[in-house]
């Protein structure tokens, strides 16, 4: 069974920099094909595709977020790690991590399964 | 590409049908004949959870009532007969390249 779990800060000060860790279990980081990818939904707000990184460690970045995003992971731990710079109010979101696995044509598939989301609140 | 859905809010009855629109802004047709769309359900207070992908592919688990159709850039969900556990919000992501992009959702309300 995939599981997925986001855990770091609640809150952060503007102009700090926020660093979530997704960690994952019954599936490998190494495990050809398989991504994991940040969203993120601002309270009453729509999903905003932040960042996606892939078994052979190609990494994706939303461009709305302007090289203030970075993503990485750590195969022994089992963790994806998302570090966001220069947090602002507007940051103020839920984020969560999921799981992107291969599809029938053996490309990027869906987002199937998520983690329960990490509230993030930035304010001094 | 910008996915844009509508309506922006439905207000639906037990048992009937409902209908949810998404628009893309390029064609999610790939080369391999597949249309990279996913519709997605967020349930209040929960994470999304997957229920098309591939624009008519039911997910693992996901009642037959849900089905997706469309091709190239007009795309929608049916719900054949909505039940009260279907409440929430709707959203769509195309899935075709980077950035993946996701629609302003649609929330589905019980009347």
């Known amino acids: 069974q995939i599981t997925l779990k986001e855990s770091g800060p609640t809150l952060v000060k503007p102009t700090q920099t926020l660093t979530l860790t997704c960690t994952v279990s019954g599936f490998s980081l190494s495990t050809g094909g398989v991504g994991v990818g940040w969203i993120r939904q601002p309270p009453g707000k729509a999903l905003e595709w932040l960042a996606l990184?892939?078994?052979?460690?190609?990494?994706r970045y939303s461009p709305s977020l302007k090289g203030r995003v970075a993503i990485t992971k750590d195969t022994s731990k089992d963790q994806v790690v998302l570090t966001l710079t220069n947090m602002d109010p507007a940051d103020t979101a839920t984020y969560y991590c999921?799981?992107?696995?291969?599809?029938?044509?053996?490309?990027?598939?869906?987002?199937?399964?998520w983690g329960q989301g990490t509230m993030v609140t930035v304010s001094s | 590409i910008v996915t844009t859905q509508s309506p922006l809010s439905l207000p639906v009855t037990p048992g009937e049908p409902a209908s949810i629109s998404c628009r893309s802004s390029?064609?999610?047709?790939?080369?391999?004949?597949?249309?990279?769309l996913d519709w997605y359900l967020q349930k209040p207070g929960k994470s999304p959870q997957l229920l098309i992908y591939?624009?008519?592919r039911r997910a693992s688990g996901v009642p037959d009532r849900f089905s997706g159709s469309g091709s190239g850039t007009d795309f929608t969900l049916k719900i054949s007969r909505v039940e009260a556990e279907d409440v929430g919000i709707y959203y769509c992501m195309q899935a075709l390249q980077d950035p993946l992009a996701f629609g302003g959702g649609t929330k589905v309300e019980i009347k």
């Open positions: 591939l624009a008519s």
């Open positions: 990184i892939y078994w052979n460690d190609d990494k």
């Open positions: 390029q064609s999610l047709l790939h080369s391999n004949g597949y249309n990279y």
């Open positions: 999921a799981h992107r696995g291969w599809d029938i044509a053996a490309r990027p598939g869906p987002f199937d399964v």
